[in-house]
């Protein structure tokens, strides 16, 4: 039983990461990240960059620790990926190399090979009407400096807090909260685009999958309660992201074929880039 248990564990902290594997092999070949919502990397990085915090107050198991710090390395390498690969007619207009420096100018990214080379008759989208553009900054060192910020407030937070339960209780919910709303990102870019283009069948399987596998073994190792209830809210989330697979297909959106013919007659001919 102690050889099971322990492979459980060991699933459980390296699964997930393993999950966005194809996503992010599927974003370099086709050197085209659209399809996909980076806002999935924001919602993963801060619910575990929080859920440390968490851990700081209320010793969960390791797994869940280790599992936390290898989804914050691995969607930062994704967010990367992202931005370098983002066509210039999506909100993140600039193409940036993966964990370039932090003031890298963007003037320069644009001239890179990529879609800006690829489609130069393109023009560039409006900014995000978000506050502050929040997830949707032209440079990829504007994501670290916004996380970077963020580490600094949770660290003073949890020297001021940390000792009394509440806090630990509400920065635990807080975490698990932002995690159960993964799939919504990716639900909501569906929606917009009627298509599920780009997000790849096996990010859906593991998020499904691995969501269900995490619901069963958060109730059989008693973990606690926060784990348990936003685990239930992410599985609800997952299937429905599973329902717009099965309603919009896999089929370029409508407007994007162009480009898709012209990208795939490029790989076919030996002209990709």
């Known amino acids: ?98 964990l370039s420096p932090l003031h890298e100018s963007a003037q320069d990214d644009s001239n890179e090979s990529g879609f800006a080379s690829r489609f130069p008759g393109q023009t560039a989208k409006p900014r995000s009407k978000r506050p502050f553009d929040f997830w949707q900054w032209e440079g990829y060192g504007t994501y670290l400096e916004f996380l970077a910020g963020y580490i600094v407030v949770l660290g003073v937070l949890q020297v001021i807090f940390g000792r009394w339960s509440w806090y630990i209780d509400a920065l635990g919910f807080i975490a698990l909260t932002i995690e159960s709303t993964l799939p919504i990102p990716q639900f909501i870019s569906n929606w917009r685009r009627k298509s599920t283009y780009g997000f790849r069948i096996s990010t859906l399987a593991g998020w499904f999958f691995g969501d269900a596998y995490k619901t069963v073994y958060f109730f059989l190792r008693q973990s606690p309660l926060q784990f348990k209830v936003t685990a239930i809210m992410t599985l609800c989330w997952d299937t429905a992201v599973a329902v717009q697979r099965f309603m919009y297909g896999s089929e370029p959106p409508r407007g994007a074929s162009g480009q898709q013919d012209d990208h795939e007659e490029r790989e076919r001919l030996g002209l990709g880039q």
């Open 1 to 98: 039983m102690s050889v099971i248990s322990s492979l459980a564990a060991v699933g459980m902290a390296v699964g997930p990461p393993l999950v966005y594997a194809d996503q992010a092999y599927s974003i370099v070949k086709k050197k085209d990240s659209s399809g996909f919502s980076h806002d999935v990397c924001g919602v993963v990085i801060i619910a575990n960059i929080t859920r440390v915090f968490f851990w700081l107050g209320n010793r969960f198991e390791t797994p869940l620790l280790i599992q936390s710090i290898l989804l914050i390395i691995s969607q930062l390498f994704l967010l990367s990926l992202c931005l370098h690969y983002a066509p210039l007619d999506s909100t993140a207009t600039t193409s940036y190399a993966p």
